[in-house]
């Protein structure tokens, strides 16, 4: 049997091709509808146009965990065998992590698609759920290639390239003249939404666009329930030039925007049914996953803004459509592609999964079995029949058995069972870094110390033994790797000096210049009183090296205070020239995350203080000074993989900290999973007197061994680095200019 999990419209449209092409197979089918969205005008009237009931309707939370545990709660009544998520809302993570909890076959609908904002919360599920499936099932090439570049590939007939679920149907329809200067408009995003000046300077911009004294153009607007609460009244009150209307059907939707000449929208999904029935779509987001779209020219993207959008709006809705509208997402047949996937003349395909022997398999034994389908693509179930396996007993203690501080072996691995290495264990331990918890050998920052370290002390550092680990393994039992990474490496920029003077008090300011003429710092009198820029204003170097090495990644991690002390030495964020230069550095970096101070005591305050500058909370962390005392320092940060932690590296050495190069989920004391652990190998104070050759051939080194172990590089290096004068601060940061030359050279190279 399987089990669709859908909650939002887009998924209703989704589902219903997948399931009919099951349902001709001969497949048992439940629906599980997760209540995201269930309202008789949004939910009830999709599944009575196609045909279709929601086997059960779950009352919807806030809390993310309880809408995990209730679909868990119906998936163990139900034991399917394969369960289906679609898209990218919360009702797919909670969806995926529900089933990865019951250690149930997982498929993803439209997997590999990425906008590269980790701050929105779409991108955040879809990553996570692409990292928990069996399935793949992309409606691109280009997102075959992001789950290649991310380890992600499963291998042929698991990882494939399907097309558009969302063609199947709409690319067969007849063209259909549309009407004379039309515009429909959908508005859902709570950016656009919740956000009341960005609300009304898209209302007023749009009205203005209908007006007959301007425009004149005929506005067909179907008011979804968010924008509809939001406004709180008959928006035809203030807004009487738009044609308002209820949610439409999906058939009267397809209709409306073929009617259309031009289709304004947030949406993901009718970005796509205006590209599948040939209209010319404006995106009013920062971003799109569609970036197929936009290249094409099918698409134009317009970032909404709370004032003057008037006249970028009407020059974007007058611009038409040059291409012929391309065939991008497949045949139209791929509803039938994903049914072939999971079904076979014998029954539900099974993926390729290694069973071992275990009669009562702990959290411990469910955690390893997420840790080695992360690595190697192969899943791993326990039975009373399963195979053999060296057993070392590590994987039936509790969580918080002082015996995981331990190693009790001195060969390829800490753990053995009968002279065998135990290599599940192993890699369990390593991820889990329980050699750290509860030490008290710390340094002055309270971090753990790599010589301290069996992993260093082993030699284990220089690479990501866990890979090499689930390798053994796999070839112990004659397995076929099946994973393929391309060459995309991550470059951390951590942010923690925004600016060196510009933006403080005038108080402050006067005091450090009287401070640094008394000292004789002349370089820094030089620069507070005849440079034009801050010595750390790196804004339009980093936009260049994003522009000439578009094949790297980057991510920022932003320290915003709010108070300065003898370790945060920054710009605090709510400082003016701060916020400004918090929404410069987010539009050329869209990833970004919080650096929290160094006490850290705040998570949540010093992330709203960020979200008042990006306009979103941030949904991943680097700890200032890689302050992390295990397990405590995991335990606090909140529930769920869509929240990353990128600071699983030693400050003073490089390595690989916790044996995995790709990231996997932590698993918190209590049994339930965590956060999404991002490990990184090397950052820029690792290679201080270096020349920049030096450093350039360590990069590559460090990245082949990267590509041999199947998962891509990712280092890291500081903002002030970046800017005209980095040397301002002192004498000793002039060896990271070689580090920013060595950086370079590696990436013209690589290119």
Known sequence: MITHIVGARPQFIKL?????????????????????????????????????????????????????????QVLAQWRPQTVVVYGDTYSTLCGARAASSLSLNLAHVEAGLRSFNSNMPEEACRVETDHLADWHFAPSETAMQHLRAEGLDRGAGQTINTGDIMADGLMAMPDVKPDARSILVTLHRNTNVDNKAMRESILSTIHDLASPD?????????????????????????????????????????QAIQRAEVVLTDSGGVQK??????????????????????????????????????????????????????????????????ATALVHEEGLVKPRTLTLAHANPSPLHHHVSRLFHVITG???????????????????????????????????????????????????????????????????????QAVHSVMAQR?????????????????????????????????????????????????????????????????????????????????????????????????????????????????????????????????????????????GTDLKAESALLAKSLGHLPLRQRRHYLKLSLPDAYEDLPHGLAYQDWSMSYANSPGYRSGMGLPYPWLRQDGTLGHMVVPSVAMDQHVKGRDAASIARWLHALEADAMASGHPLVIASHWRFFGPNPAWADADCLPYLEWVKGLKQWMKERA
């Not at 949004?42 to 993310?64: C, K, P, Y």
């Not at 995981?404 to 001195?410: K, R, S």
């Open 16 to 72: 219903l091709p997948l399931y009919r092409a099951l349902a001709a197979k001969g497949v048992e089918q439940k629906v599980l509808h997760s209540g995201q969205h269930w309202e008789p005008a949004m939910s009830e009237v999709f599944f009575a146009d196609f045909g279709l009931q929601a086997d059960r309707i779950l009352d919807w939370s806030t809390d993310m965990t309880s809408n995990q545990l209730n679909m868990e």
């Open 214 to 254: 301007k425009e004149g153009y005929q506005v067909v607007w179907p008011l979804h329930p968010r924008l509809r609460n939001a406004i709180g009244k008959d928006p035809s009150v203030d807004y009487p030039h738009i044609q308002w209307l209820p949610p439409l059907s999906h058939a009267d939707m397809i």
């Open 273 to 338: 049914e205006a590209y599948f029935l040939k209209r010319h779509c404006v995106v009013l987001r920062t971003e799109t996953e569609w970036k197929e779209l936009l290249a094409s020219g099918c698409s134009t993207l317009l970032p909404p803004m709370a004032e003057d959008f008037y006249y970028p709006m009407r020059a974007a809705v007058k611009a038409r459509c040059e291409s012929l509208f391309p065939t991008i997402y497949g045949d139209g047949k791929a509803a039938e592609h994903m």
């Open 378 to 448: 192969w899943r791993l179930d326990w039975s009373e029949t399963g195979m053999p396996w060296a057993d070392s007993g590590q994987l039936d203690v509790a969580l918080e058995d002082a015996s995981w501080t331990q190693c009790v072996d001195e060969g390829p691995t800490p753990f053995v069972a009968d002279s065998e290495p135990d290599y599940l264990a192993s890699i369990l331990w390593a991820a889990l870094r329980r050699e750290e918890w509860g030490r008290e050998s710390l340094d002055e920052h309270g971090r753990y």
């Open 459 to 599: 030699g284990w550092l220089s690479t990501a033994i866990c890979h090499r680990w689930a390798g053994a393994l796999m070839q112990e039992h004659q397995l076929v790797g099946h994973r393929q990474v391309m060459a995309q490496p991550t470059v951390i920029i951590d942010v923690d000096h925004l600016r060196a003077f510009d933006g403080y008090p005038l108080s402050h300011r006067l005091l450090t210049l009287w401070r640094d003429l008394l000292k004789g710092k002349w370089t820094r009198l030089y620069a507070r009183l005849l440079q034009d820029k801050d010595p750390f204003d790196a804004h339009d170097h980093l936009a260049m090296l994003q522009l000439s090495y578009p094949s790297i990644r980057w991510q920022a991690f932003a320290w915003v205070g709010p108070e300065r002390n003898d370790h945060d030495h920054g710009l605090p964020g709510d400082r003016p020239l701060a916020k400004d230069a918090l929404r410069l550095l987010h539009r050329i970096m869209p990833s970004m995350g919080i650096h929290p101070s160094y006490h």
